[in-house]
């Protein structure tokens, strides 16, 4: 019927880690009901049909460990014109690819380390933390490390993969 079940975890294009709640039929559509795991969030109705383009699994350990080298090698490279630069952050949040959401994750992380040199706006911030906080989500489901944990674990994974 359908690659998920229900209770799996997984990731919404736009609100992230999520989990598949249930299973519906609406006018002769088959719908998956999923509940992204922010608070107050409301159920969100993603087609069979079209559910590989809006909801995926949770990376696998290995998918997570490419990834992390991929982080490791990109550096800080931030567009001085504030308009190009935020179109440019929006089209990677919107594509819900997880290596546009990685690279938006590891520009803030090379920001955060060396702010030199970089101005940014709070729209900005916004959207490198959104990147951020959806990434790291998955990188701590995927690697059963808790929340408050992964950055540190990345840091440390990414120093034991050199």
Not at 106 to 131: F, S, W
Request: charged content about 35%; some cysteine.
């Amino acid at each position: 019927m359908s690659k998920f079940k229900i209770n799996d975890e997984v990731m919404h294009c736009r609100d992230g880690l999520a989990i598949v709640i249930g299973i519906t039929e609406m006018g002769g559509k088959h719908y998956f009901l999923v509940r992204a795991n922010r608070s107050d969030a409301e159920t969100i109705y993603v087609p069979f049909d079209s559910s590989n383009n809006i909801i995926r699994p949770i990376m696998a350990i290995e998918e997570a460990d490419e990834l992390l080298k991929k982080i490791s090698i990109i550096e800080k490279d931030f567009n001085p014109n504030t308009k190009q630069r935020r179109d440019a952050f929006k089209r990677r949040l919107g594509s819900g690819d997880v290596e546009d959401i990685a690279y938006l994750f590891a520009q803030y992380r090379t920001y955060k380390r060396d702010p030199e040199g970089v101005k940014l706006g709070a729209a900005d911030i916004d959207m490198l933390d959104y990147a951020s906080n959806f990434i790291l989500d998955e990188f701590a489901t995927c690697y059963k490390v808790k929340r408050d944990e992964i950055y540190n674990f990345i840091d440390a994974r990414i120093k034991s993969m050199k």
